[in-house]
């Protein structure tokens, strides 16, 4: 079975500081990770994933993620906050069941961004 | 654009009512998956169809109902509405392969009065 934590449902962060979302995953099987990200009154939009390869996974808007098997881990980080970064983040796994992928969303963390 | 659409885009109706909400995958597409998104209960994924069958349950109640047409458009019906129905209700998409991002539609926003 599949899970993903979220440690944190409010992360506030001054403008060109560094943000940290963390998510921790269970999965029997190797998993698959995504971050997307949800604007106010939108959908989800992916920002990077993880599938096989290269641990380190880069995305949109400067946003970059880490696969740690060790932890369990695929955190989420960008050196340097914007305004328009604020908006809320979910981590999410799957994992392969024949040819259908299900997915599991972690809660959410709100990302705020104080000038 | 994710190139999901859902339709309509806001929804305001009555206790008790049944509204239909339809989501139109992008092209290529053969899996389907609804969610609801609340303020109280996050993201819960709903149900899943692939080409046309049902392949996954989530926490979907038995009020509501889903179903994938041959043209791969699906409906999300809700019906005898109650006040905490009220929610984003999403839909999203993908070629149902391992590994594959879902994209995810602008949602239905429905106000339960």
């Known amino acids: 079975a599949q899970s993903v934590t979220q440690l944190g449902s409010h992360v506030s962060v001054s403008e060109g500081a560094l943000v940290l979302l963390r998510c921790n995953y269970s999965s029997s099987v190797p998993p698959y990770l995504f971050w997307y990200v949800q604007y106010p009154n939108q959908g989800l939009q992916l920002l990077l994933k993880?599938?096989?390869?290269?641990?380190l996974v880069k995305g949109i808007n400067g946003f970059e993620a880490e696969f740690k098997k060790s932890e369990t881990s695929f955190h989420l980080t960008k050196p340097s906050a914007h305004m328009s970064d604020a908006a809320e983040y979910f981590c999410?796994?799957?994992?392969?069941?024949?040819?259908?992928?299900?997915?599991?969303f972690g809660s959410g963390t709100k990302l705020n961004v104080k000038p | 654009d994710s190139g999901v659409t859902q339709t309509p885009k806001h929804l305001i109706t009555a206790t008790g009512q049944r509204v239909t909400l339809r989501c139109s995958p992008r092209s290529g597409d053969l899996s389907v998956y609804w969610y609801q998104q609340s303020l109280d209960q996050g993201l819960q994924f709903l149900i899943h169809?692939?080409?046309?069958?049902?392949?996954a349950k989530g926490n979907i109640l038995e009020r509501f109902s889903a179903q994938q047409f041959p043209d791969l458009h699906s409906e999300l019906n809700l019906s005898s509405l109650e006040l905490g129905d009220s929610a984003l209700y999403f839909c999203?998409?993908?070629?149902?392969?391992?590994?594959?991002?879902?994209?995810f539609g602008p949602g239905t926003r429905l106000t339960v009065l």
């Open positions: 999203a998409s993908n070629k149902g392969l391992a590994g594959g991002e879902q994209f």
């Open positions: 999410a796994v799957s994992a392969a069941r024949g040819n259908f992928n299900k997915f599991y």
């Open positions: 169809y692939y080409n046309g069958e049902e392949r």
């Open positions: 993880y599938t096989t390869g290269a641990t």
